[in-house]
């Protein structure tokens, strides 16, 4: 029987390999091995957490300098008189809001979610984006269309 669902997820991780971006290569290898072998029975938990786990991993990469003392405090005290880290602190603010946006978009909407994705594949496939993607897209998304 043909899994159009596993075509697609092939396909995605291939355009992945092809693009040289093993993340996305990576990360679809995973959910296809979930999906074919009984740990699918994951999914559901996948699903509902996956997205929490993910900002929790990304948090501690972006902090890791700091909590390392590789970035020290002087030079965060100095973001606070330096216009760009200003401009940096500024955007990071408005990022942060627009992805709040989104999760709430793409809770209250999820006939977007499939776009937002599939978006967000082809942007870290084809142009070496990062996979945080869909939530800064559904609020920008949620702009465009005025919800919340």
Known sequence: MFDSTLFILLALAALG????NTTVAISILVLIIVRITPLNTFFPWIEKQGLTVGIIILTIGVMAPIASGSLPPSTLLHSFINWKSLVAIAVGIFVSW???RGVILMSTQPSLVAGLLVGTVLGVALFRGVPVGPLIAAGLVS???GRQ
Do not use: D, E, N, Q
């Open 17 to 20: 390999f092809v693009s040289h």
């Open 143 to 145: 702009l465009l269309i």
């Open 98 to 100: 627009l992805g709040g």
